[in-house]
């Protein structure tokens, strides 16, 4: 007769191996006990459980409590030390209450029968609705997330997501502008507002996101040492503040440029940008503010970030120190912010022209 689970030791602690509908026995998970009777006490209690679940539980009870206080792939995360932001959560949270949870169809499927036809008959659903879209993606992945923590937690035995591919879609592009551009929208003739033209100016000589301006604070900002101390940023249009998108606090530079008109009213504490009341600017506010400055320039506050990227890629700056001050983890990233059309390329015209010579018609010497 097979067992359903078996017992062995690791150290002081006993360890148990449950076995899985297939009838494979699952990976080693610890009982934390040392006591071996107490240990089979737990494991078959566990396996009872184990086998409820596996006959009983459908994909929208499992998936009920995923991305919320009771999440249990966020709890196996932080168990293992990686911590998703509350703010994340949220933002995961909002997706499947609007596009998972409310679909009964996929809910109804028993768990241990959920196969991939299930999830590309769902898949078809939401680009019905949604059509092909970031949401769409988003939503997929988290689908996989939640199919795949019940076969972490062995509750499946195999992975009906596999194969099933996350569709691509069009991006919306960000807009980038050259130098001489940028110098035209950073007029301050164009600006109604000192609060929002410096606002704007730190957004673009530093690279900071415009939550992160927004919740930048007079203490943060040493002018000595020309840094500022990113540690907190504003969500989006609320007033929910959080670390910066990375989760880790960095330093960015202070350009004299925007320096020199912050320290001409600077304080020792507080909100740097303001509106009347004292509460940190709007990004409502700000962002119209900045539409009317741009003009037909098609720039944004987020195509700020966009333009200093490739502006200094194109100077010739090290990447790696770019990354650094812009808070990014990676090239791909990077890659994802610079424009290289927007690239100077006068300097390589004149190095072919030398090689091909110069330009008057005639070839180099070979």
């Known amino acids: 007769m097979r067992k359903d689970f078996y017992l062995h030791k690791r150290g002081s ?3 148990a191996q449950f076995r899985l509908p ?17 240990a089979e006490k737990w494991a078959r209690a566990e396996a009872e459980e184990l086998a409820v679940k596996r006959t009983d539980l459908t994909f929208g009870e499992w998936a009920k409590p995923f991305f919320g206080p009771d999440c249990p792939h966020t709890r196996r995360l932080a168990e293992e030390g990686r911590v998703l932001s509350g ?3 949220k933002i995961r949270r909002g997706y499947f209450e609007r596009y998972i949870q409310p679909d009964k169809i996929l809910a109804a499927v028993p768990l241990s029968k959920l196969r991939r036809a299930d999830l590309l008959t769902f898949r078809s659903r939401l680009i019905t ?3 092909v879209c970031r949401s769409s993606q ?11 923590e019940a076969l972490f937690q062995e509750l499946i035995d195999r992975d009906p997501t596999t194969a099933i591919t996350i569709q691509r879609y069009e991006k919306k592009v960000r807009k980038a502008v050259d130098a001489a551009a940028l110098r035209k929208v950073l007029d301050p003739a164009l600006y109604d507002s ?3 033209y410096q606002a704007t100016l730190l957004a673009a000589t530093t690279g900071l996101r415009a939550g992160e301006v927004r919740a930048l604070r007079w203490e943060a900002i040493d002018f000595q040492a020309g840094r500022l101390r990113v540690e907190r940023t504003f969500r989006g249009y609320s007033s929910e503040l959080g ?13 004299s440029v925007i320096a020199f008109p912050l320290r001409l009213r600077a304080f ?6 303001t509106e009347t009341r004292g509460a940190p600017i709007s990004y409502r506010y700000w962002a119209q503010a900045f539409k009317k400055a741009a003009g037909d320039s098609g720039l944004t506050l987020h195509g700020l970030r966009h333009t200093l990227n490739t502006l200094l890629r194109d100077a010739g700056e090290d990447d790696e120190k770019i990354r650094a001050l812009f808070g990014w983890s990676g090239s791909a990233i990077q890659d994802n912010y610079t424009h290289r059309d927007l690239y100077d390329l006068a300097s390589v015209s004149r190095v072919i022209d030398a090689i091909f010579g110069g330009g008057n018609g005639q070839t180099g010497s070979p």
Do not use: D
């Open 13 to 15: 602690v006993w360890y």
């Open 22 to 38: 297939s009838g494979e026995v699952g990976s080693a998970r610890s009982s934390g006990l040392a006591n071996k009777t107490a």
């Open 87 to 89: 703010y994340s959560q």
């Open 129 to 131: 609705s949604r059509g």
């Open 138 to 148: 988003v939503v997929m992945a988290l689908v996989r997330v939640i199919v795949r």
């Open 194 to 196: 000192l609060i929002v």
């Open 243 to 255: 670390p910066p998108k990375s989760g880790k606090v960095r330093t960015a530079l202070l350009p």
């Open 268 to 273: 020792t504490e507080g909100w740097v940008f």
